[in-house]
């Protein structure tokens, strides 16, 4: 499969830059207390198969019943992200056979998404020292409500695989971001701000480590005026700044391999953390054909808002777009305006404070209650009481003031 | 009337009754009766759409390809010629649809389609249930089903014994 290039025509080949396309795909477990269609209980790490219903081990006979909840947390984040909430959505199986997938269909949300047409805003410094932010927008295709699937342990001694239901069913969104991103720096910050905004909301937790927020990595390159090019999908990223790593090593990987007058293979490969490296994933049956389908058990989704609100209606049925909108916590990036307003602070210092759970808050209580100058505050929380905290692995929480 | 004699067909393995050739004549502007020397048909004059007349779909014959990738996305086994020919005659008993003029027409995926979805409050009423489950489990280890190391794909066509190869 590869080209024969002469020595010079690859010299001039490598010559011509290279841009780099990063587009995600974020699975955010919703942050509720019963799954997405029963009401068995959503828990990290308990017994296995305690938290199953019948419906989650698709026995016959069961029904998807909607968690009011899940849908709520799908519209506030489409919300945050500046998305047009569809007011009808429907939903659809996808098939695919996999152990923890009892069904052979995960319910998901194909044709119609819950929202669509959204932007994300965030920022990065451009030099290592902080001073100078720039900002930057991806924009949101579509947010989509769908099933978690179980968990897989394979025990390669005995030639098994063990699995766990207890997250099959939990609802998700899928935030899709389209490939605006160009390194795995825009990636990294991009994803950041996401989990800030869904850990505001409250729609979820976003804890990469617990796997409430699964982000998967589209990434191609191509020289400038020409189409795009082959994208690989990369998977397995446990970490913002694995993310980071993995998204950079996959465009060197794949310019090198151009450079080299090879090929990229549209394939899935999975992020080797120790080794720092992508590795192609093992071939599973080639291109999968899920054979979408209408979700037959479930009409329409419908949602409305106080114009369209009909008249006596239950509310506990009824779910009011603006009700929600007017609702909506302030942002980060309205924390952050308000911070640099009120304390005089400069823009990197925002970000710093909302970058910790609970640094924000504690600065404004320090400042109130020492009635010291908020740039000094800054100055002591950044010099010393970050890097103390950091020494003896606390979080601004733990820390007793 | 049609949804019994699918039923007949299904049980049979027969093509199902269709009208007769004679039903591309002149008729337009009304799904009229038909009168003398068809009487075997009549049931069937009022799903005529007299003004939309499209060519009978040419007999397409299910490919190889086809046939083997549907074996390995659905897990069927097609097993013989016979069930190939089922499964041909399926696909022309459903083109019949394209008889029908939907332009400017909704499609409809389910009957459900008026109804509210139910919006269930966020409690948890169900779980707990980890022996009920496993009950059914030929094989379990400490409370986790047991299944093989990954997908084993179904092997390639040449390497399968089906009766599809030859066909080839």
């Known amino acids: 499969n590869y080209l024969r290039i002469s020595p010079f025509s690859s010299f001039l080949f490598s ?53 009011r909840r899940c849908v709520e947390a799908a519209v506030m984040t489409g919300l945050a ?21 009892p069904a052979g269909y ?53 030639c098994q695989t063990l699995v766990d239901l207890n997250r099959a069913g939990v609802g998700l969104m899928e935030v899709v971001m389209e490939p605006d991103m160009c390194c795995g720096e825009e990636a990294a910050a ?34 400038p005026g020409e189409p795009y090019g082959v994208r690989t999908e990369v998977k397995n990223i446990n970490s913002i700044r694995f993310l980071a790593k993995a998204v950079d090593y996959e465009i060197q990987r794949q310019i090198e391999e151009l450079e080299n007058g090879g090929t990229i293979l549209n394939e899935t490969r999975a992020f080797d953390s120790k080794l720092g490296c992508t590795v192609p994933m093992r071939d599973k049956e080639g291109k999968q054909d899920y054979r ?25 049925q009824v779910i009011n777009i603006d009700w929600i909108q007017e609702r909506l916590p302030d942002l980060p990036s309205v924390k952050r305006e308000k911070l640099v307003e009120q304390y005089g602070i400069l823009p990197e210092h925002s970000f710093t404070l909302l970058n910790e759970d609970g640094l924000a808050e504690f600065f404004e209580s320090v400042v109130k209650q020492t009635q010291m100058k908020p740039k000094k505050v800054i100055g002591w929380i950044l010099n010393d009481l970050l890097s103390y905290l950091k020494q003896h692995s606390l979080t601004v929480k733990e820390r007793s003031v | 009337m049609r949804a019994l004699s699918f039923v007949r067909w299904l049980r049979a393995g027969r093509v199902p009754p269709r009208g007769p050739e004679s039903r591309h004549s002149g008729d337009s502007g009304h799904s009229g009766h038909r009168h003398s020397g068809d009487s075997g048909h009549r049931v069937y004059s009022e799903y005529r759409y007299s003004e939309y007349r499209p060519q009978d779909p040419p007999q397409q ?50 009957v459900l389609e008026d109804r509210c979805l139910y919006l269930r409050e966020d409690d948890v009423t169900e779980g707990n249930c980890t022996k009920e489950l496993l009950e059914n489990a030929r094989e379990k280890v400490e409370e986790y089903f047991v299944a093989p190391p990954g997908n084993i794909p179904l092997p390639k066509l040449e390497e399968r014994e089906t009766f599809l190869q030859g066909s080839k």
């Open chain 1, 81 to 101: 992200l500046n998305c047009s909430i569809n007011k009808k959505s429907l939903f659809d199986r996808k098939h695919y056979f996999y152990a923890d997938l």
């Open chain 1, 106 to 158: 995960q319910i998901t949300q194909q044709r119609v998404p819950i929202a669509v047409n959204g932007s994300l805003s965030y920022s990065l410094c451009i030099d290592n020292k902080m001073s100078q932010m720039v900002t930057k927008t991806v924009r949101i295709k579509q947010i989509q409500l769908e099933q978690d699937s179980g968990k897989s342990l394979h025990d390669d001694t005995r």
């Open chain 1, 190 to 223: 991009a994803v950041r701000e996401l989990q800030l905004i869904l850990q505001t909301l409250g729609s979820s937790q976003a804890v990469m480590a617990e796997g409430q927020l699964r982000v998967d990595a589209n990434v191609s390159v191509h020289h």
């Open chain 1, 15 to 67: 010559l011509a830059p290279w841009i780099p396309v990063v587009g995600l795909e974020i699975h955010a477990q919703i942050s509720s207390n019963s799954k997405l269609f029963s009401g068995s209980q959503v828990q990290f790490a308990a017994p296995p198969n305690s938290l199953v219903s019948f419906f989650d081990a698709s026995l016959p006979g069961t029904l998807p019943v909607l968690n």
């Open chain 2, 61 to 110: 014959k299910v490919s190889v390809e086809v046939l083997d990738h549907l074996e390995h996305l659905a897990l069927v086994d097609f097993r013989d010629s016979e069930g190939v020919e089922r499964l041909q005659k399926a696909i022309q008993f459903a083109d019949q649809l394209h008889e029908v003029n939907t332009d400017g027409v909704e499609p409809m995926d389910s």
């Open chain 1, 292 to 316: 979408f389908m209408p979700e037959p058990n479930l009409p329409p989704l419908i949602l409305y808002d106080t114009k369209s609100l009909p008249a006596n209606v239950n509310h506990q």
